[in-house]
Nanobody, 121 residues
Framework: QVQLVESGGGLVQAGGSLRLSCAASGRTFSNYVLGWFRQAPGKEREFVSGISWSGAPFYADSVKGRFTVSRDDAKNTVYLHMNSLETEDTAVYYC???????????????WGQGTQVTVSS
């Protein structure tokens, strides 16, 4: 089992920045691909960013160039640095852990409870 806890969400104006954190406990953190997903009201959960065991990041086109994912295996934590936030980024953000480098939510085994990000105009 892997337990994931997100933090760092909040209210920010468009153009602003936030850093989300996801702390993990349980099984060996470094064995997992870590993903960030988001879900806005009335919409399906969508892929935002991920980072593989090697530290190689991958992003959705909608956030490429604005968001940066990183991981600190010594701290069992993955981060999502979000810059130039847009109102369309408003959603609940979830971190997830799995064994595949994939953008598909169902491929991830463990999920956090989510943290709300609200971007105002």
């Amino acid at each position: 089992q892997v337990q994931l806890v997100e933090s760092g969400g909040g209210l920010v104006q468009a153009g602003g920045s936030l850093r989300l954190s996801c702390a993990a406990s349980g099984r060996t953190f470094s064995n997992y691909v870590l993903g960030w997903f988001r879900q806005a009201p009335g919409k399906e959960r969508e892929f935002v960013s991920g980072i593989s065991w090697s530290g190689a990041p991958f992003y959705a086109d909608s956030v490429k160039g604005r968001f940066t994912v990183s991981r600190d295996d010594a701290k069992n934590t993955v981060y999502l640095h979000m810059n130039s936030l847009e109102t369309e980024d408003t959603a609940v953000y979830y971190c997830a852990a799995g064994h595949l480098r994939t953008r598909t939510p169902s491929d991830y085994t463990y999920w956090g409870q989510g943290t709300q990000v609200t971007v105002s105009s």
